[in-house]
């Protein structure tokens, strides 16, 4: 009967075997000198710093901060779509993956040129509009998890196979939307210039996360696609991969205080819409939390046949904090719906939370 380190041993001997191989032919593939000087050129032209570049820097950082400041989706997918930080990022990795010193220099000053340049703009137009108040589109970039590391890999990996596969070219712009350099940008500026430190780190943790997963993405892409010998490459990735590690930390412990707070929002959301008696008379539309706050904000967009006062809003902040255990500022928006026939007087007001009018419109 055989021992059980034996029957291990052969076990992993048949699942290693084959991955040996296939890291053997990795070791040893190599594409043709005319590709390779190809690709070369076509990221170096893409890594140059210049006119075009910086002028494509400053459309998209302005489109981004004005879709940011006004909460608009679709105007800050169209900055996505320039994404003229994509390109120099995929001549670094290139650069640093065939210790090409000149291509990584080139690639590197273009990046930090085009960072620099997009923070101070988006903080001069945040100090120029004077808008303080942000939505849930900058609020959503100051909370980096590990899912935008998977997201930033996933968007990486495409990114450099389309720069060896020309044909794949026009699926830059699904990538570029997927991982979203110049928003987070746009929001450290913001931050900036209105002194709120938290939401500059959490947005600047966000474009370094998504800028390192980038990197190691395209790094590996070249690698088995036959661009650079693994022996040459060694040093390069693990630097990647040891800077990406040290992001792990922080996302992690921001992943784990996202499904805290998620589960958090759901018991608060069942608590007020079950067991209050002022939700039995209202009809929640949405349910908005901003953790930045201190204490965090809970916006409520509600519709009801009689205005919320002040008290009631007083006693569902004390149920709350009694609740969940730490105290919540509520803040309600009241549209007020009112039924009407033929046969009575049109009319229809809306109320904020301290219960005053805000709109009326007469028959």
């Known amino acids: 009967m055989k021992s059980w380190h034996v029957t291990l041993r052969q076990t992993l001997s048949v699942v290693l075997t084959p991955l040996r191989s296939r890291f053997r032919l990795l070791r040893q593939r190599r594409v043709e000198p005319l590709k390779l000087q190809q690709l070369h050129d076509n990221l170096a032209s893409e890594a140059t710093l210049n006119t075009i570049y910086l002028i ?60 620099v340049l997009a923070v101070v703009l988006a903080a001069g137009l945040g100090l120029l509009t004077g808008i303080s108040s942000f939505g849930s589109e900058v609020l959503s970039r100051s909370k980096p998890t590990l899912l935008d590391l998977g997201i930033a890999v996933a968007a990486g990996g495409i990114s450099g196979y389309a720069a060896v596969q020309p044909k794949l070219a026009s699926s830059l712009a699904g990538t570029a939307i997927a991982v979203a350099l110049m928003p987070p940008l746009c929001v450290v500026g913001l931050g900036l210039s209105h002194g709120n430190w938290s939401l500059s780190l959490g947005a600047g943790l966000l474009y370094l996360t998504n800028l390192l997963g980038i990197t190691l993405a395209c790094m590996v892409t070249f690698l088995l696609a036959g661009y650079t010998p693994f022996k040459q490459a060694q040093k390069a990735l693990i630097w990647a991969i040891a800077l990406t590690v040290l992001l792990l930390l922080p996302l992690s412990v921001s992943f784990a205080r996202l499904v805290q707070q998620t589960r958090l929002e759901s018991s608060l959301r069942a608590a007020l819409l079950t067991r209050t008696i002022t939700f039995q008379s209202l009809e929640l539309v949405s349910f908005d939390t901003d953790w930045l706050s201190t204490p965090p904000q809970i916006r409520l967009t509600v519709r009801s046949q009689q205005p919320v006062t002040p008290k009631q809003v007083q006693l569902l902040e004390a149920f709350v904090k009694r609740e969940m255990g730490r105290p919540f500022t509520l803040i309600f928006a009241v549209s007020q719906v009112e039924e009407v026939t033929r046969n009575q007087t049109t009319g229809s007001t809306t109320y904020d939370s301290k219960g005053s009018e805000r709109v009326n419109i007469a028959p």
Do not use: D, H, W, Y
Request: with cysteine; proline share 5%; charged share 5%.
């Open 56 to 115: 494509l820097i400053v459309g998209s950082c302005a489109i981004a901060t004005f879709g940011l400041l006004t909460n608009s989706t679709a105007v800050i997918i169209g900055a996505m779509i320039i994404a003229p930080l994509m390109l120099p990022i995929r001549g670094l990795a290139f650069g640093a993956l065939a210790g090409n010193l000149p291509l990584f220099r080139q690639g590197l000053l273009a990046v930090i040129v085009g960072t």
